[in-house]
């Protein structure tokens, strides 16, 4: 059982910087992959970004390639998404979500993840 929280989100201008913050309960933390997606009303959730059990990212989305980092810190129980040079196209609600897995896969397809958080807002304004 892993229960996921986001944090982080606010209102930024174009250009600005948020470090989103997603943090775990659970015994078995250490064995998920972590997957960050972001959807807007009306449209499929869209996958971002995912770090594996030992700390290796996959690609970024085409969209935030360059801008976008993900990192995790075990002992903390914490992944963070830290999202640069903000774009107003950017202005989604921003979930974690965590598969438990064996090896070192990193699952990038929404319906792969086992457990989600409530998401945060994340605002960009022109």
């Known amino acids: 059982q892993v229960q996921l929280v986001e944090s982080g989100g606010g209102l930024v201008q174009a250009g600005g910087s948020l470090r989103l913050s997603c943090t775990a309960s659970?015994?078995?933390?250490?064995?998920?992959?972590i997957g960050w997606f972001r959807q807007t009303p009306g449209n499929e959730r869209e996958f971002v970004g995912s770090?594996?059990?030992?700390?290796?990212?996959?690609p970024l989305a085409d969209s935030v390639k360059g801008r976008f980092t993900i990192s995790r810190d075990n002992a903390k129980k914490t992944v963070y998404l830290q999202m640069n040079n903000l774009k107003p196209e950017d202005t989604a609600v921003y979930y974690c979500?965590?598969?438990?897995?064996?090896?070192?896969?990193?699952?990038?397809?929404?319906?792969?993840?086992?457990?989600w958080g409530q998401g945060t807002q994340v605002t960009v304004s022109s």
């Open positions: 979500a965590a598969k438990e897995v064996i090896m070192t896969v990193v699952p990038t397809l929404s319906s792969d993840y086992d457990y």
């Open positions: 659970g015994r078995t933390f250490s064995r998920c992959a």
């Open positions: 770090i594996s059990r030992g700390g290796n990212t996959t």
